[in-house]
């Protein structure tokens, strides 16, 4: 009989399924379903009680299955087919899994002529993978021994492997971490686990087979036990090492130690075989030991680690692995990114074996374009461990041979062969097809994707088009697993960048796991691999940051080794389209070293080096944080002969970014200009609690971690929890693939900013929104074939009539088919032009005065102070505070008893710092001046009778802070009519040690009773004046609690700009108050649980909402200084910036 093993390879490169058929002896269902059950533990997403769930008829799943079923009775017995479909039935009922696998089919090229009738399993899927959002492979093959092996697996094939050249190792660095060689996942569980301060305390023989562990802790591999309860905890510093540096030495004494253990068993079938035992990441040094003996010693944090252990391992026995880690080697001085400090192994750990003698040992695959980029030539070159004939195919998207070859040879076989008018690999068009390799009883696949390269001109660009990358920098970040990163919260946010259509990555600063390079290949992104450099910490230590390490030659071959892990781990990956040199490791001698290595290996990519600012170990410039105004310089300069790229960009710190649309209006002025990538893609908080059990995420300095750089670690477009930021909503906007730019008449006249493709998979759809109303419209036609970078027109149906009033022409571009991220109907542009400007309030009919509705006004002394008291025929109710100047009291006639004012009405010049306040000059500039202390101070308070009935009460102030001599001069006019009241503010700045800014000019309030609030203008999000793009013209309604953005180190956010009005409302229903701006360009408005001191003083969420307040704090602004990005990079651009020096006009009306 045959006894079916399920085995789940969690960690592949999507998740997979391999059922394999070994010789056995059971016959048992009972006991093949309780091994299935066991396996599906492994799976991410089990749904307990998912047996026996009813799918619906025709699941693509299993008729795929059935059809393999059918294929495997014409060599075996029924009993063996039945036990197959019920292997794959309870794999994929105990999995919740939540992707449709887009399943392909690569037969072995030496496979039985019986065989070749498997082939209709790849004519039976084309409709199924037409249809699904995973590319996966599936090999099936039959072995003459009568084993049965069906693989459902995207498993990259063996891409690098050579030796290290550190002493007491042999380690073999291979580009993808499984193959079609056998392999066992050895992590994805709790491993033994023993914690010491250093690696001179505990337990000195803890490797030794004897040696018991029964009674030690457990922590889960991959993970980081700083994030387990074990150690100091983690540790934030931005760029100082948080030891004394002393290079190349660590310290002795505070080096934490941690000593893992496990046990596996190998099959007896493989001995024999060459056993290599992989770690992908541990951080930072790791000595192995299998059963006792010492396999030998890495570090590299980020790079993989591969160990030949044939010798050691017990065939059909337990075998014990033990494993000791270090926090702190000497590598660690290459380790100084901006994240934070933790220790462990975070990625996964493998046992693979080779068969012998012959086996692929390597492969580099060149997939290339001709210069017409019509004609495809691919080039393969295979390392062999011995003497083998070694066959290729290669199968498009739809599982149909391409072609085929074959040739023997040793140590190396190279294949060079043209395909005829191959699809074309983008991250616009990510076309991938399927390389598959095999010598002898080895055989590898891998996706590969046909492109060219090039610098013309000085332009860089892709298959001849010129490119501009869109791009983030990307940490790899868990909010409660820190550098383990599962596989779906890595692939969620490469969707999450798709959808907000972000094209490329650049792997700050350091390797990825190397399942995100393969989703990468799928998705379609552009990546600009990074090498596990960074030693920006000696740039604080004194003396020639150089000259520590990259300018020194005893480092030159631990710079070399990790280019060498990067570009021979990565280089089959088609989305890595540029290798990077690491990040802010100044400049030197081994950068050269490295670049000289890169091009000796790989000449069809360029080099990328921000250090090196003069490009000579690089084929491109590079700059950080430069200013607007100098990318346009760069620009128009004509005399450099590379491109540029801003490797980071629009710090992304709280609330911001601001100005982020000019550096990319630059970027595709200027053909030289290649983009940039935001700094950066993820707040990296680490979730915790308080000693009171509330939650929130610590940034440095929350887990007693000295030095550190406080929240600087939360600078992403993403908040900790991977959900997105108004910042991200707004680049994807200023980054999006169709720009609306003019209309004239019944014409729109569009640009297609894609780099490769038309814009003929979109669909374009008009409304048009006026204030209170909506015309829905129809589809408009977009010309086809309008290319890259280049204009076209879209002719307007006849419109109806736009509404009376202001209104907006509203263009949404979205997906008119399904694709691999996102569902047809998702909008990835749009568009809107003004039909109709806004009405003066000077029209307002809240304005006009009929003699019955003349308000009457009394003086009365309330607890010995003066005020007016204005009455309406309305029923509304005003008290005026003679001795501040100011409304303190509205009543209104449904609630007559209720003041809907809790808090007067005062001048608002200053908001809560942001980040980017903080780290700009604006931040400093309102401190000193005082501006968060600022009182108006009454100087003369009058009231007449206007001839037309209507009441005015005017009011003159300076508003000045303490101690400094500065103060605004205002003066301020009420008017009272019917219901509503008519506010004029004028306002002069006068006085010594003036502030050079204003954080806002406007008005503050509170109000009592507010659930909701209604508006016409920008919206639904937050938005500010160098920060709203993103936000559409239209009517609007949030809940009050909802308006506010919750960011995570708290600070002035939620403010609603370009708004014509806005309604507060009760939760019951009913107006609490309305406050009109009519056509001020520029107003908005905001309104908090928060006053702006309970932001200021909170440092964390959590201390915030002790604070929340039943009223709500409005502010009516009537302009507000722009955002910036001064937390790291250029302040507020001028256009947007508000100047204290200057006359202040406006008005509003609230009724």
Known sequence: MIEWEANYLRNSTNDSIRIRANSGKS???????????????????????????????????????????????????????????????????????????????????????????????????????????????????????????VTLASIPGLKAH??????????????????????????????????SKNPFQGEVDFYKESFDVSDWDEVQVPGMWNLQGYGKGPHYTNMDYPWNPNPPYVPLDDNECGRYVTHF???????????????????????????????????????????????????????????????????????????????????????????????????????????????????????????????????DADGKEILTSSQTGSPNVVFELDVSNPHKWSAEEPYLYSLVLSADDHYISQKIGFRRTELIDGVYCINGQPIKFRGVNRHEHHPDFGRAVPYDFMR???????????????????INDPRMYDVADELGLWILDEADLECHGFGTCGGDASAYASDNPDWEEAYVDRARQMVQRDKNHVSVVIWSLGNESFYGRNHQAMYDYIKSVDKTRLVHYEGDWEARSADIFSCMYRPQDQMVSWGEDKAWSKPLIMCEYIHAMGNGP????????????????????????????????????????????????????YNFVMDGLIFSNHTPTPGLTNY?????????????????????????????????????????QLIEGGELKIPTGIKPHTEGTIHLDSLPPPPVGESYLHLDFSLRHDTSWAKAGHIVAFGEFRLAPPLSLAHSRYLAVAPEHCPTMEQITSNGTPKLVIRSSWGTVWEFDQTMGTLTSWKRLAFPDTNVLTEPLTFSLYRALTDNDRGGSAGGDWRNSRLHQVKAHPLQVKWERRPDGSLEITAHHRVAPPALNWGLMTTTSYRFVGGSVSISVSAKINGYRKPRWFAKFGLKLGLADVE??????????????????????????????????????????????????????????????????GDFEGAGFQALRYSTEDLDECTHPYELYKRKRKDTVVSLDWVHHGLGTGSCGPSTLAQYELKADQDFKFHVLLD
Request: aromatic share 12%; net charge positive; charged share 25%.
């Open 732 to 772: 994807a906007k200023i980054i999006e693939p169709v720009q609306c730019l003019r209309l004239h008449g019944s014409k729109v006249t569009i640009i297609n900013r894609y780099d490769i493709i038309s814009l003929d998979h979109l669909k374009c759809v008009w409304s048009i929104i006026g204030d209170g």
């Open 1012 to 1077: 909701s609030a209604k508006w016409f203008g920008r919206g639904p999000g937050e938005s500010y004046r160098d920060k709203k793009l993103s936000q559409a013209w239209g009517n609007h309604e949030e809940k009050i609690d909802k308006l506010f953005v919750d960011y995570e180190f708290p600070q002035d956010g939620g403010s609603r700009s370009d708004v014509r009005w806005v309604e507060f409302c009760r939760k019951e229903g009913g107006k609490v108050l309305r406050a009109r701006f």
């Open 492 to 510: 969620r946010d490469l969707l999450m960048m798709k959808k907000h259509n972000i094209n490329a990555i650049r792997t700050s600063h350091y």
């Open 265 to 395: 068993e190998v099959a007896e079938d493989l001995e024999g075989h060459q056993m290599r035992l992989r770690f992908e990441g541990c951080e930072t040094g790791l000595t192995v030991y299998v059963n006792g003996h010492d396999v030998g010693y890495s570090q590299g944090s980020r790079n993989p680690s591969e160990f030949d252990v044939s010798k050691y391992i017990k065939f059909g026995k337990t075998n014990t692995l033990a494993v000791e880690v270090y926090q702190r080697t000497n590598g660690v001085y290459l380790e100084d990114q901006d994240h934070w400090w933790l220790a462990g192994i975070f990625r996964d750990v493998y046992l693979h074996a080779w068969p012998k003698p012959a086996h692929i040992e390597d492969f580099f695959v060149h997939a290339l374009l001709d210069a017409t980029y019509q004609e495809g030539i691919l080039k393969v070159d295979v390392q062999l461990s011995d003497k083998a004939k070694v066959h290729l195919k290669l199968l």
């Open 658 to 709: 601001g100005g982020a649309s000019e550096y990319v209006e630059a970027f595709y002025k200027y053909p030289r200009l290649m983009g940039g990538f935001v700094w950066e893609w993820a707040n990296h908080g680490l979730r915790t609690k308080t000693p009171e059990g509330e939650e929130y995420m610590g940034y440095g300095g929350d887990f007693g971690d000295e030095p550190n750089d």
């Open 27 to 149: 016959d048992v269902d009972g006991a093949m379903t309780d091994r299935l059950i066991s396996c599906g533990e492994h799976m991410e997403g089990i749904l307990p009680g998912s047996l026996g769930r009813k799918h619906p008829p025709g699941w693509p799943w299993l008729r795929w299955f059935n059809k393999v079923c059918d294929l495997i009775y014409g060599c075996f017995m029924a009993e063996v087919a039945n036990r197959v479909t019920r292997a794959c039935k309870y794999m994929l009922l105990t999995a919740k899994l939540r992707r449709v696998y887009n399943l392909r089919t690569a037969l072995h090229p030496t496979e039985a002529s019986a065989w070749r009738n498997a082939e209709l399993v790849i004519l039976k899927s084309r409709e199924l993978r037409r249809t699904s959002n995973v590319q996966q492979q599936t090999s099936l093959r039959l072995t003459s021994a009568g084993k049965a092996i």
């Open 162 to 195: 050579f030796p290290n050249v550190r002493p007491r190792i042999m380690v073999t660095m291979i580009a993808e971490r499984l193959s079609k060689a056998k392999c066992q996942l050895l992590s994805g569980k709790k491993w033994k686990f023993s914690f």
